[in-house]
């Protein structure tokens, strides 16, 4: 692999394909068969691509939609990925740029690597951005070892729809300046490490009910409302130099003249709006190209990547048909056009090249975790303190085999019954605490988004709303706070918020629960009590 050139040098030694081609970043998939990446390599060669977005594998949830494919899980993925990203680099004859989705660290992306709690769980902890900086201070340390210069993060949505199946938890909250000084923060932290991140998904995700990669969200706010919440966080960090923005698949009428197009093809919301009103002046890249919210629209090939680079994109990400995008740019864009958009990815490249610090290993979790677990626990409702804790019964609603750290960490100084419904039937609960009145209630939801309840079952729901009801209940939730919107609390005794199921996060509930410590943190989002 070549040094990086300079702008000055790149602009009279590259070739108008060679131009063209740094547009493109296709996606790259860590578990990929010897003739894919082969594939891979020929595009690097022939097409001279700019970039490589990595996702773990054809089968993943990021690019297998319907999830119809099973995932086959790599416990050397990470391995893997360092020496991808170095065979793919030798095969350019311009420096790669390599990208990922690290939102809470490789681990969203790669197995057995460091993760950090969700955008949701940071957003709960109360002045102290601190937190967020080395987040993001640790997230850039694992791309750089792994030699990804380009974090696709933070996610800037406001999240204020409780029904959102895509944005939710990674969002800070539903409050437009926490959600911009912990993404400040952030990428403040991840600059110190040298890795470059992206502000998502313009002109703001947060207010949808449909997941853009199956179809279309639209949204019907104004365009002063959108200028007042959704597009403040964006416009206060474009203030402060932003290197780039992912622009979304979002239809929203009031931002292009009453027209329902995608804002990914929006000339109106990427040029008029983002560019000419927002002064916007860094990198543009699309969101993934596959997505079902503009890929089935557009059968031939080489028409998607046209009008997503002549709206106004200049990096091309998930692009599915290359040759043919070049050769449709070639024929329909200005020369003017072309220059401008390579001017800005090839300054982007420079200064990833320059950052560039290449760490020499993995981060450790543990430490950081902790104190984000301490400084975001939050007491929804209620009181402890007159919890009897000599005489109770402790349930776990979970799909785990195991007792959870939670309980454990409680038997060490309470003596009290634990049931599993991993282990038992909700018959079987119920026959149990029959005569017991007060209950320790411990939610492990299955699944952090909030599609067919969390994958909760609905008899585990009807069995806690029944017991909300009739029994004295402190109850503890390691997950998505939006389940709480399912349940009636009306009667619970306390309700407590740990946001992640990690160890950490559980070891510091069982230590709010003895009373060793004090719950600080405040719910960043709105939770409808039924």
Known sequence: MNS????????????????????????????????????????????????????????SAATNFEGQKKIVYNDNSFTTL?????RYQSAAKYPLLISIDAEWGLAMRIENTPQYPYAITLGAIQNNTELSYKVGQKIANDCSAAGIHWNLAPVVDINNNPNNPVIGYRSYGEDKNKVTENALAFIKGSESKGVLTCLKHFPGHGDTEVDSHLGLPLITKSKEELLKNELFPFQQLINEGVDSIMAGHLSIPALADGDAIPSSLSKKMLKNLLRDEMNFKGVVISDALNMHAVSKNYPIKGVLEWLAFDAGNDILCFAEHIPEGIETIKKNATLVQIEESFKRIWHLKEKAFKLDFKAAKLSEAKELNQAIATASLTLLKGDITNFDKQNFIGIEITRKKINSTFFKNITEQVSFKKISSNENSIAEIQHQIKEKNNILLAIFPPKVKPGNLFDIRKEEIDFINEILQTKNVTLYLFGNPYVLNHIKTDKVKAVIIAYQNFEEFQENAAKHFLGKNKAIGKVPITIKFI
């Open 4 to 59: 990086i050139i300079s702008y000055s040098q790149a602009e009279n030694t590259l070739s108008l394909h060679e131009k063209i081609g740094q547009l493109f970043m296709p996606a790259a998939f860590i578990n990929d068969s010897e003739e894919e990446i082969l594939h891979i390599e020929k595009l690097i060669k022939e097409q001279h691509i700019g970039g490589l977005c990595f996702f773990h594998s054809r089968a």
């Open 82 to 86: 360092k020496k991808l990203i170095k």
